[in-house]
């Protein structure tokens, strides 16, 4: 667990010490120039050096502590900007779903006014065939998972890409909170929508599952190879080939699934290109028995 900065106390511990370590520095700097060393005790001497060495190294100490602490706090900073910005996508996304259900309300209202149920009906079976093709892939226990892929789906129909779920599992019981799996989705699934701007019949394939030990997924492209040398560097933070203000996505996928206990690895080759990660399942809860204990200590009891 990350501990909380405490600006103020940080900022009153580097003035302290460096006041003290300006003090030792011009201690050193008056016995050297305005005394006479040779009659001064040299253990006196050497003890105001040693002194000196002591809180110039614990301040240096402090002082890199202090900036990484800043760094973390950097770090975080652009993941929370990033959750936001994917947050304001995901609400833009459904404003706009919902002004599309409206007016699709309002086309059957009027072909029901003007006389015309038969056209209405067909005008309901084709709204309905839309969304079915869409709600019948979404099968998880996880409902922001499901708004998410939903989102991604039309997201991705209006890119003109073919994407393909293949969901083996309810995931109900992931061991992270539900809107930051969605993070960690919706940052590949994006990645792999601007993999895809160039590339002819575009494919874009997402798979999840579970087995005994853990929740698995898959977020594979039919875009171009990501190149050898920029691998080891694409979850670092900040790092980007998309310009300014960018770098981020990989890096926060990494930081969630590991925290976790899992992991995120990729795989590139001239024809596919897949993301794929995994988190350990929790353990499940010993059932109890009636007297409140678990079941394997029942045996125990007379």
């Known amino acids: 667990m990350r501990r909380r900065i405490d600006i103020d106390k940080a900022a009153a511990y580097s003035i302290v010490i460096n006041g003290v370590q300006i003090a030792a520095v011009l201690a050193i700097a008056f016995l050297v120039l305005f005394t006479d060393i040779e009659q001064q005790s040299v253990l006196f001497v050497d003890f105001i050096i040693s002194l000196a060495s002591l809180l110039v190294i614990w301040g240096a100490v402090v002082d890199i502590q202090q900036a990484l602490s800043a760094r973390r706090i950097n770090e975080q900073s652009l993941m929370l900007e990033e959750a936001y910005g994917q947050l304001e996508s995901l609400n833009v996304t459904l404003r706009a779903q919902r002004h599309d259900c409206l007016n699709h309300l309002q086309v059957v209202s009027s072909l029901l006014e003007m006389g015309e149920p038969g056209e209405a009906s067909d005008y309901i079976e084709r709204v309905y065939g839309d969304i079915r093709s869409v709600s019948t892939a979404l099968k998880t226990g996880n409902p922001a998972v499901n708004a998410l892929l939903k989102v991604k789906l039309g997201e991705g129909q209006a890119r003109g890409v073919f994407m393909e779920l293949k969901i083996q599992s309810k995931w109900d019981k992931l061991p992270v909170p539900g809107w930051e799996m969605c993070r960690v989705l919706g940052n590949l699934i994006d990645n792999a929508l601007d993999a895809l701007r160039e590339t002819p019949e575009p494919r874009l394939t997402i798979v999840l599952g579970e087995d005994e ?90």
């Not at 300014?244 to 996505?249: D, F, I, K």
């Not at 794929?276 to 009636?290: D, S, T």
């Open 213 to 302: 030990k853990t929740y698995f997924f898959a977020v594979e492209n039919n875009g171009p190879e990501v190149p050898e040398a920029l691998r080891p560097k694409l979850f670092q933070s900040g790092f980007t080939t998309k310009g300014p203000e960018r770098g981020m996505g990989l890096f926060i996928v990494r930081d969630i699934l590991e925290r976790a206990g899992g992991q995120i690895s990729l795989e590139s080759g001239p024809e596919k290109t897949a993301f794929r990660g995994f988190m350990p399942r929790p353990e499940p809860a010993e059932e109890q028995g009636e007297n409140g204990l678990p079941k394997s200590a029942q045996n125990g009891i007379l």
